[in-house]
């Protein structure tokens, strides 16, 4: 029972001291700093570097490249214009995409493969 007393008295101040208000203050504030760059580097950070990779991707997307689309049609880029992409995905089979439909490119025209880098 000692114990538990011992423990209970440990988070209070001794009778007769009081602490400083700007103290617990300072603490608090030091605790939302912490609290915010956690999130940065948690949340936002990642999400930005992710961003910068797709439009990076979508930038250096050249005729011949063989890419994955977000609705899981595989095809290889015929002809690349200002914001769409011509892709063939079969024989006689030509469809004109959105390039942020793009969502990886499987193998580039030069035969490098961009899914073993990954």
């Known amino acids: 029972m000692k114990m538990f007393e011992m423990l209970a008295m440990a988070g209070q101040t ?3 001291t009081e602490q400083d208000p700007r103290a617990g203050m300072i603490q608090m504030i030091g605790m939302f700093v912490v609290l915010g760059l956690m999130f940065y580097f948690m949340m936002i950070r990642p999400q930005q570097k992710q961003k910068k990779e797709q439009e ?3 930038k250096n997307l ?3 490249d063989k890419i994955l689309m977000s ?3 595989l095809g290889i880029i015929s ?3 200002d914001k769409t992409l ?3 995905i079969a024989d006689n089979v030509k469809i004109e995409v959105l390039r942020t439909a793009v ?3 499987v193998q580039k025209a030069d035969g490098e493969s961009e899914t ?3």
């Open 116 to 118: 073993a880098k990954s």
């Open 103 to 105: 969502s990886a490119v």
């Open 56 to 58: 990076n991707l979508m």
């Open 79 to 81: 002809n690349v214009k």
């Open 86 to 88: 011509m892709v063939k």
């Open 62 to 64: 050249k005729t011949g």
């Open 71 to 73: 609705n899981g049609i």
């Open 14 to 16: 001794p009778p007769g």
